[in-house]
């Protein structure tokens, strides 16, 4: 029997996203500047990660109290070995939607095997078009073309509608929302603009950097006529603009500006098994000790009702300088 929980504000729990690494082979600067994540980072070791059969029995539980979509993230999670196991475990419950987020790298290579895996969906993150400003955005000389290809694999091999996500940031890649509109148009991929957030503590945020949402479909607007559509299902994050002229859609996603908290239904599992209420949470609640511990599945799913009966997070409805500069854990730690 299914029971779902609901928060202290009402929420119920229906998203559940899964950190499977740390680790990245991008060092995007909004997420993991060099200076920061250098050669002696210390990255989390093998034995702290969550086992696949952990994390399928933690999926399973959360399924059974009300989560209806996983998302598996990181890091980038297809650095990690023989992901596509996983994705079998956890394609295997019933009632589930399931999708990865992932920097479109490997994707050319991997997608036939992601999908055949029993994978739904995938959402690539894409920052440019632009050869120069994209390599500027990842810091480690990739180039756009193998993302773009890495897109045409994914629809290929029916991980479809693919989403293409592009995090802006103020004077660095804020040239690049016409030519990203103009190149998704009417591709049937689901451009949608994100704005740049103080996630972590070492991305030096600030929100001169924020590109505001309104700006967004302001100047694409003006370029081509956009209406606005229905969300396609309550609480969306993504607000959805329709070109006008049948050019499919575009979505720009506030989290800045128009902060989304009432509606939040997610909950963040971190590789080595902390959950996190909120993206922006100072600190998770340790699942591996009692997996560890050999606790039954009832009392797990105890405490994870508890986790979730006593969460009151609503960071971007109050953020302020102040708590913008606090402690946080970081974005490739919790996988946004
Ligand atoms: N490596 C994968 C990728 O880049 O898609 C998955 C993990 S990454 C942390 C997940 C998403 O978070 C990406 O779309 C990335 O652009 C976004 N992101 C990272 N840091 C961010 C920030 N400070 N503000 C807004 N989005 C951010
Ligand atoms: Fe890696 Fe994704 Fe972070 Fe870029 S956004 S550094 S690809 S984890
Ligand atoms: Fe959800 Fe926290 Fe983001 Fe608000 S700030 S939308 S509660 S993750």
New binding site residues.
């Given amino acids: 029997m299914t029971a779902t929980l609901v928060d202290r504000l009402g929420r119920q729990v229906r998203d559940l996203r899964i950190s499977v690494t740390d680790r ?1 082979n ?1 060092r ?1 600067v ?2 993991m500047p060099k200076t920061v994540f250098g050669r002696d980072y210390p990255f989390l070791q093998r034995a702290e990660l969550l086992s696949f059969e952990e994390i399928a029995r933690i999926a399973r539980l959360f399924v059974a109290q009300g989560v209806r979509k996983i998302r598996l ?5 297809l650095l990690r070995r023989d992901i596509e196991r996983l994705i079998g475990l956890l394609a295997a419950i019933p009632g589930l939607e399931l999708t990865l ?4 790298s490997l994707l050319p290579q991997r997608a036939r095997s992601l999908r055949d895996a029993g994978l739904q969906r995938v ?3 894409l ?1 440019a078009l632009d050869d120069d400003v994209f390599k500027r955005m990842n810091d480690v000389d990739f180039p756009v073309a193998q993302v773009l290809a890495g897109i045409a694999a994914a629809e290929a091999a029916g991980l479809t509608p693919v989403k293409v ?1 592009t ?1 802006l940031k103020r004077s660095v890649n804020e040239n690049q929302i016409l030519p990203l509109a103009r190149h998704f148009r009417g591709s049937g991929h689901v451009l949608r603009f ?7 503590s070492s ?1 030096g ?1 600030r929100m001169e950097d924020v590109v505001p949402s309104g700006e967004v479909v302001r100047r694409i607007g003006e370029v081509f006529p956009l209406e606005p559509i229905d969300p396609n299902y309550p609480g969306e994050v993504a607000e959805r603009w329709r070109y006008v002229d049948g050019g499919g859609e575009v979505g720009v996603i506030s ?1 800045v500006t128009q902060a989304f908290c009432s509606s939040c239904t997610r909950i963040r599992l971190s590789t080595e098994g902390k959950l996190y209420t909120c993206l922006f949470a100072q600190e998770g609640h340790d699942l591996r000790q009692l997996l560890r511990e050999d606790r039954t599945d009832e009392e797990i799913a105890a405490a994870i009702g508890t986790l979730w009966s006593a969460r009151g997070d609503r960071y971007s409805e109050i953020r302020t300088a102040a708590t913008a500069a606090a402690r946080k854990i970081e ?2 730690y919790i ?2």
């Fill in positions: 990245c991008f995007c909004y997420c993230t990181g890091g980038e999670p987020t992932t920097n479109g959402t690539v993150s920052d996500n995090v994100i704005e740049y957030m103080d996630v972590g991305n945020w989290s974005m490739s996988g946004g």
